[in-house]
């Protein structure tokens, strides 16, 4: 099966078991697959009312930080009161995407949730409001901690099954070897390896700076002026030559990378190296 299917499979099952919907989000919180695909009627409503979107995706963002931050479970209640559980997906370390059970009625909620609504005076049928309330079923604390017990399974087998791109352990490895091989590209660039691992910006960045100890644009920065400088010393070649050759068609502007990186101009690498010969 593909990565789409098994990740399809293992949504509808935990959905199927527990009648929680389930939805995996990749690094840069951008949804990969939810089931059911559309959110349930309260939540459709509440997202309909004048700036309840953003505080909706601000509750989003604020479980994932602080998941990403404990490497553990967040359960959280959203703006409206309902609960949600979020857990990160982990590879070496590395944060690759987050699971989110949302859309929750725990606990003794529900009477906070209608006098929200009777407060908010953007609702004007209150009562169609919390006619779609009561279609969410109340979940036990005993059911929350087993369901987020389940997201640490789901989350274990979105991994070790690589659903959200390449293996983490190797990444650093394959992005090096890419960008080595296509320094001469001008084109080279943050979206292009992106694209070309099928990985989001903060992955990229993420592994950038734990493995090369560098953020990806200043790694890139480094690779084509380290490429350039062996350039200068073993070849007898035009400087914009060399500029093309690292992917830096402008000429003046490589000269004035390389004093700024190495203290040295092209014309005095190339004396010190016939210097040394």
Known sequence: ?????LMAQACEDIYQTTGIKPVIYDADMRVVYAHPKSMGPFCTAVRKIPGCMEKCLACDQEGFARCRESGDICIYQCHMGLTEAAAPILDSGVVI????????LSGNCKDQICARIDGMDQVFDKAAFKEKLALLEEISDEKLRAAARLMTLCACYIRLNNLLG??????AMHIAQYIQKNLHDSTLSIPSI???FGISRSTLYTVSKKSFHLGITDYLREMRLKRAEELLRTEDIPLYRVAEMVGIPDADYLSKLLKKAVGKSPRQIRKENQYNR
């Open 97 to 104: 995407g987050y699971l989110l059970f949302g859309q929750l």
């Open 1 to 5: 099966m593909k990565n789409q299917e």
């Open 166 to 171: 390449v293996q983490q352990e190797n990444l």
């Open 194 to 196: 992106c694209a070309q």
